[in-house]
T-cell receptor, first 115, second 113 residues
């Protein structure tokens, strides 16, 4: 079973370019999340979704957009890439109606460098 | 607002020594706490979680954590470190809505022979 799959694993972007980070899960989870990980900062929530068609901002949403047209997919769009968006991006999912101690499942991450 | 603080960004131990990774939380409500581990070039994997059923929580790979409300702590321990334990460890708390997690800054554990 694949769990949470992220593509690509690595990417180098030039300043001002745009790209979409793909995330797919096969566990039928309603909750999905995008986090970014910066050295010494832990993970910060960018956007999250509680179901198809429903998304909301997290702690650090500026410069990003998301959409959720299906339960399985939750792509993250970077418009006008900036060096400050150099980071490792993680997608995660969790089941609907989960207790507050329910585990979130993480993808392998996408390492993005903006030059 | 809830938060977690991990003391020590880097911890180095000898193989076979005790591992102690510190996590303190701030919460006005009973916290739901987690420890995740990240091996090199991989995603995060759940080590253990606090469920309020017991203050001492056992996780995978011989790790355990003790919830101490009086000290607002949830420190992670392992009696005897193994080389394969070298990784980054994150303490996290559920923010209370839709299982959004708030992470600590992480502690990188090095294990040397």
């Amino acid at each position: 079973n694949a769990g949470v799959t992220q593509t690509p694993k690595f990417r180098i972007l030039k300043i001002g370019q745009s790209m979409t980070l793909q995330c797919a899960q096969d566990m039928n989870h309603n909750y999905m999340y995008w986090y970014r990980q910066d050295p010494g900062m832990g993970l910060k929530l960018i956007y999250y979704s509680v179901g198809a068609g429903i998304t909301d901002k997290g702690e650090v949403p500026n410069g990003y957009n998301v959409s959720r047209s299906t339960t399985e997919d939750f792509p993250l769009r970077l418009e006008l890439a900036a060096p400050s968006q150099t980071s490792v991006y993680f997608c995660a999912s969790a089941p609907l109606g989960a207790n507050l101690n329910t585990e979130a499942f993480f993808g392998q991450g996408t390492r993005l460098t903006v030059v | 607002a809830q938060s977690v603080t991990q003391l020590g960004s880097h911890v180095s131990v000898s193989e076979g020594a005790l591992v102690l990774l510190r996590c303190n939380y701030s919460s006005s409500v009973p916290p739901y706490l987690f420890w995740y581990v990240q091996y090199p070039n991989q995603g995060l994997q759940l080590l253990l979680k606090y469920t309020s059923a017991a203050t001492l929580v056992k996780g995978i790979n011989g790790f355990e954590a003790e919830f101490k409300k009086s000290e607002t702590s949830f420190h992670l321990t392992k009696p005897s470190a193994h080389m394969s334990d070298a990784a980054e460890y994150f303490c996290a708390v559920n923010s209370g809505g839709y299982n959004k997690l708030i992470f600590g800054a992480g502690t990188r554990l090095a294990v040397h022979p």
